[in-house]
Every structure is written in C-alpha cells, then in structure tokens.
C-alpha cells in the first residue's frame, strides 16, 4: 500500500472549516484513500473514504486532486469535540490490511 | 449494534502471567483484526481473519503471541509469557470484506508489572 504524509499538527478556530491535507503521491490506480479519526481513549472511528471522485458524508468532505496525488479532508464547521488524531491511509478496497501512519493531531479551539 | 466488543477494558499483570484478551466483532461481519497501540510505534496491525480464517499474522512480534479465532462471533489474542514491553492499548475491529471501512472497538488496555 502507498505512503502517505500528513503535517504532525494543526489548530484550528472552532466553528470554522478544518482542511487536513494528506500527500500520497505514489498511489496506484486502484488503491482507494480512507481517512479515520482517533479520539483520546476511543479506538480509531472510520470518517470518509473515496478512489478519485470527490466524496461527502454526514460527518465531512473528501477532495482529491486529479492526478490523485493528495487529497483534503474537510470538516466543515469544527467543534471541540473534533480535536482528535486523523489519519489518512490508502490502500486498494477489499485488500482488509489496513496501515496507519502517524497522523496528524488536529487541535479545535474556543 | 453494540458494535465491536472487546475485554477487559483493562488488565493488570505481573510479567511471566498469560493474559488473555477476547473480541467480539460486529455480527455479520466477516473480517476481524487486532491492532496494538503505543506512544513509540502507534497503531501497529497485528494479525488478521477473514471467515474465521488467519490471513497475515506478520505482524505478530514473537511467539509468546497467539490468536485464535474459533467461530464468527469470537476471537482471543494470548500472550504468554507477559513482558513489560507487552504493555499497550490492544484494539480489535471488525468489517465486512467487501466494504471498507472497520469498525473499531474501544481497546484493553494492557498493563504488565
């Protein structure tokens, strides 16, 4: 499965969009892109996944470039309760194995 | 759904103990992983079952580790004899083979004196 790189860190103002970019430039065609989210204590939560269309959900919004060399999550209107650990993996679907990275610790603030 | 079902939540154990942790995936689901957490590697994918099936165990550190899974609705992941560097969050997670997305439990935490 392709590497990805996310920044170690980020703030964010509560109530305003929160934009997490992920780079995965090695991607293979068929390999999907999956973000998930750790809250502290919680085990790993699912948020959004997509192979190269932009994808929306309840919860956020995935963009990916159109050589699907990165993408962007975006949660729209950030709450407190956001602040959370969110990685982004790629992988290609029905493959099950699922490797997590490092992340990238997203800090809501008031 | 009760979701992804692991215990304990937590365990404490002297080293040299067996220690036993146990899962329950989400019914209907045919998938089911364990993953080990800790500040130094974070999350690390331990082995995994498909249709009660070990697929990839390469992630299992050594021998005193072991993981079964006896039917579709239960799995254990043993270690014996404990160490201290055993000490970690052990999460198990659950999905079905054709969708994406896992479904986590919310882990044991795993303390070894």
Known sequence: DAKTTQPTSMDCAEGRAANLPCNHSTISGNEYVYWYRQIHSQGPQYIIHGLKNNETNEMASLIITEDRKSSTLILPHATLRDTAVYYCIVRVDNGNKLVFGAGTILRVKS | ?113
Not at chain 2, 27 to 36: A, T, V
């Open chain 2, 1 to 113: 759904d009760a979701g992804v079902i692991q215990s304990p939540r937590h365990e404490v154990t002297e080293m040299g103990q067996e220690v036993t942790l146990r899962c329950k995936p989400i019914s209907g689901h045919n998938s089911l992983f364990w993953y080990r957490q800790t500040m130094m590697r974070g999350l690390e994918l331990l082995i995994y079952f498909n249709n009660n099936v070990p697929i990839d165990d390469s992630g299992m550190p050594e021998d005193r580790f072991s993981a079964k899974m006896p039917n579709a609705s239960f799995s254990t992941l043993k270690i014996q004899p404990s160490e201290p560097r055993d000490s970690a969050v052990y999460f198990c997670a659950s999905s079905l083979q054709t969708v994406g997305s896992l479904h986590f439990g919310n882990g044991t935490r795993l303390t070894v004196t």
